[in-house]
């Protein structure tokens, strides 16, 4: 067993391409997580390297070589493992949605910060909303760690919901987290959600159009262009979220959103000249570049 795993980890490590924006995966991690696949137990990438290998048997080996053909081939890890971590939940994953990035663990931690503010207690109902929700990553973090909230999350994918909702029963959420299909805010645009919404979140698509066919083959071959890609500027969907979300906001209420590398400065502007919120924060990431903006109507 230890000459299969020296093997494979050497073949993954000079064949693997890693990309920036998951950085739990390394060649390492990445054995780890084909390795429980192969047992049929599978875990992500960050879960797997907290727990022990099992064994294989001889079927086991020939199926763990298959899976690390196919990952050295750029089918994402994730796909084949069918997990990603999110905050500490291991959610389902698959092609039907975005895998969720680390990245967009700045957007849940704010939120989360947000809604559990001082001027709140812990037994004040939340009305929380997920725009693009994809598996549910952000709408069960949100619902995980603010027992107090009823999450709704929105998709214009129907087999990303189909994804969402297994997430929900897995962890637990389904009482308490929702999904519904449409586009951004149309499916809740009705009194239940007019004026009532304590937060409203989203990570839309914010990759300009012409800039999808120069990312990386792995997310642009396997991954869902619906959850990307954002237009000719990239900031279409963007621009429809500032316009529309204060009509659903409660007077207090938080919008908070994704945005790209250099996308945030432009957008917050545009938030304070409005005039229509009290408030526009940007949160930079560790790099110091924003890429969360979050404003109070």
């Known amino acids: 067993m230890s000459d299969q795993y020296a093997r494979l980890s050497a073949q993954l490590a000079s064949g693997l391409r890693l990309l920036p924006d998951k950085p739990e995966e390394t060649a390492n991690s990445t054995l780890h997580a084909l390795w429980h696949a192969a047992a049929g137990a599978p875990l992500s990438a960050s879960a797997a390297l907290r727990a022990p290998l099992p064994s294989l048997d001889e079927a086991g080996l020939r199926r763990l070589q298959a899976l690390v053909e196919q990952r050295l081939s750029g089918v994402p890890l994730a796909h084949l493992s069918g997990r990603q971590e999110f905050l500490g939940l291991e959610m389902l994953v698959g092609?039907?949605?975005l895998v969720p990035r680390r990245?967009?663990?700045?957007?849940a931690r704010t939120?989360?910060?947000?809604a559990g503010a001082p001027d709140r207690t812990a037994d004040d109902p939340l009305l929380v909303v997920d725009l693009c929700?994809?598996?549910?990553?952000?709408?069960?973090?949100?619902?995980?760690?603010?027992?107090?909230a009823q999450v709704v999350g929105a998709d214009i994918?129907?087999?990303?919901l189909v994804l969402a909702r297994r997430n929900a029963a897995q962890l637990g959420l389904q009482e308490r987290a929702r999904f519904q299909a449409g586009d951004l805010l149309t499916p809740l645009d009705t009194p239940e959600f007019h004026g009532r919404v304590d937060l409203l979140v989203c990570n839309p698509p914010y990759i300009s159009s012409g800039k999808v066919a120069q990312m990386d083959a792995e997310i642009a071959r396997f991954e869902p262009a619906l959850a990307f890609d954002g237009g000719p500027l990239g900031v279409g969907i963007l621009m429809r979220l500032i316009q529309e979300a204060p009509r659903f906001l409660r007077p207090g209420g938080w919008l908070g959103f994704e945005v790209g590398l250099g996308q945030g400065p432009s957008l917050a502007r545009r938030l304070?000249?409005?005039?229509?919120?009290?408030?526009?924060?940007?949160?930079a990431d560790d790099a110091g570049a924003t890429r969360v903006i979050v404003a109070r109507i």
């Open 111 to 114: 939120a989360i910060a947000l």
């Open 133 to 148: 929700t994809g598996c549910g990553n952000l709408a069960l973090a949100i619902a995980d760690a603010l027992p107090q």
């Open 157 to 160: 994918s129907e087999d990303a």
């Open 272 to 283: 304070r000249a409005s005039g229509a919120w009290q408030e526009v924060r940007e949160i």
């Open 103 to 107: 990245e967009t663990e700045l957007l």
């Open 95 to 97: 092609p039907e949605a």
